[in-house]
């Protein structure tokens, strides 16, 4: 269990961040495949569960930022989530793991160097 300074913490984990946004959306333009949509439809199917609704969203379009905190605590997302990934092909799902890749390197390199 990592216990260093939450502050250097929270910078390899925004550094992570960027880069799997980054890897992601040049990964979508390279292979021109369309953002997903499962984070929406989790996020509806968790506030159709609790009986709530987002605050401000338009009409079919939901931010996962806006739902109350306590739902994301205590309620796993996959089995909100339209697909878990489980029915497809292992072949189809590498390419998802070099943007995952790329967070922990770079998470994991920028708090090494914090802490040099």
Do not use: F, K
């Not at 300074?5 to 390279?30: E, F, H, K, R, W």
């Not at 989530?81 to 799902?93: F, I, L, M, V």
């Not at 998470?107 to 040099?116: F, H, I, K, M, W």
Request: glycine fraction near 10%; charge should be positive; hydrophobic fraction near 40%.
């Amino acid at each position: 269990m990592w216990t260093g300074n939450p502050l250097i913490g929270a910078a390899a984990g925004a550094a992570g961040t960027t880069t799997l946004n980054a890897v992601t959306y040049l990964d979508m333009a390279l292979r021109g495949r369309p953002s997903s949509d499962t984070p929406q439809l989790a996020v509806e199917r968790l506030t159709d569960a609790a009986h709530t609704s987002v605050p401000g969203g338009a009409s079919g379009t939901t931010t996962a930022s806006a739902v109350p905190g306590r739902c994301w605590a205590s309620t796993p997302v996959s089995p909100w989530a339209p697909s878990t990934g489980r029915r497809t092909d292992p072949a189809d799902r590498v390419p998802d793991l070099v943007p995952h890749l790329a967070y922990g390197l770079v998470t994991t390199g920028a708090a090494r160097a914090a802490t040099r």
